[in-house]
């Protein structure tokens, strides 16, 4: 099936677009990895996942009518030529019905640039959250979820603060296959995030879970430890235990990058400055402090750890940046 064939199933058949609607989106950190599509145009997941989102950190969208298409990324006019603005517009174009709409989009992320998070998933969240409120469509949560996801696999759960889970879903058209929050709150739970470069990857995640899934061995493997770290992660975070928590989201975590290191020609996302972070965060815990790692596709480190560590901690990672998750409870 097609987006479009999908989105169109959703849509009013004249759209009344609002002057203007603006929304925000967090970034999210998955504790248990999406690594793998089975339908690479919907980007339909091989094994559910469940992440946290980074609470003030994310994107905000705002979109207006306008007298032609403009877009800026962080106050800068980009031109039309730009994958960015292409991409967008691309995904813009999904929901307006064929109607000529012009549009002025400003989006303006909150990760800082320096600490090298990828802003895909959250930037794919506002901007579905604005087109849903520009367009005046009042779609629910969980379709709005599953159309970010074919913005990009993860911003599926950037719809919401906390823990989230991203089902997999088995229908052909995936719309059964979006994210929802968990109740759970954690106040004293935290992110570090030890950057080691701020620079895009040179390998995109799309091409990295393609390479992976058609040429590593170890990969039939993923979707069946995916499953059970789920399970384990959803229990570890009703018991609030955070032991279980960091030692399932680690493992799982260097699993996901030992099914890349084993494709052809290899997926290596780390730099020498990752594994020495690694070390140190091995060296920590055997001295007593309880912090876990996981890393996504790229080279920086994120530390798990509870806030009564959270000083120990700063003073082993001194650049490192902490974030609270839970300090933050609704999009508003
Ligand atoms: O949503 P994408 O296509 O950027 O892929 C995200 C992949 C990982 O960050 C490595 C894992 C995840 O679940 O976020």
């Given at each position: 099936m097609n987006q479009q064939a999908i989105i169109d199933r959703y849509l009013p058949a004249t759209l009344s677009p609002a002057a203007k609607a603006t929304a925000f989106a967090p970034s999210n950190i998955a504790l248990c990895k999406y690594w793998g599509k089975r339908d690479a145009a919907l980007n339909l997941p091989t094994n559910a996942s469940l992440s946290v989102s980074l609470g003030e950190l994310g994107t905000t969208t705002t979109l207006q009518l306008a007298a032609a298409n403009s877009l800026s990324l962080n106050g800068v006019t980009l031109s039309k030529e730009d994958m960015f603005f292409k991409k967008v517009f691309a995904f813009v174009e999904l929901f307006r019905?064929?109607?000529?709409i012009p549009l002025a989009i400003e989006t303006v992320n909150?990760?800082?640039?320096?600490?090298?998070?990828?802003s895909s998933a959250s930037g794919f969240a506002a901007l579905t959250l604005a087109i849903n409120a520009c367009f005046s469509l009042n779609l629910p949560l969980p379709v709005l979820s599953a159309f970010a996801r074919m913005g990009s696999?993860?911003?599926?759960?950037?719809?919401?603060?906390?823990f989230v889970e991203w089902h997999k879903g088995e229908q052909a058209d995936g719309m059964d296959s979006f994210a929802e929050p968990l109740a759970t709150q954690w106040p004293a739970f935290r992110i570090g995030i030890v950057t080691v470069s701020a620079t895009a990857k040179k390998i995109q995640s799309r091409e990295g879970m393609n390479r992976t899934v058609s040429t590593?061995?170890?990969?039939?493997k993923w979707p069946v430890q995916a499953a059970n770290d789920l399970i384990t992660l959803k229990k570890a975070i009703a018991a609030q235990d955070f032991s279980i928590l960091g030692e399932t989201a680690e493992h799982n975590a260097l699993s996901m990058h030992a099914t890349m290191i084993s494709a052809w020609p290899p997926v290596l996302y780390w730099q020498p400055e990752s594994v020495a972070v690694m070390q140190r965060v091995w060296d920590c815990r055997q001295n007593g402090l309880e912090v876990y790692l996981t890393m996504d596709a790229g080279p920086n480190v994120k530390l798990l750890f509870l806030q009564d560590q959270e000083a120990s901690i700063k003073a082993k990672f001194p650049d490192m940046t902490v974030i609270a998750p839970f300090s933050v409870t609704s999009i508003p």
């Open positions: 019905r064929g109607q000529d909150t990760i800082p640039t320096a600490a090298g998070l990828a696999g993860s911003a599926s759960r950037s719809l919401y603060h906390g590593s061995q170890l990969y039939e």
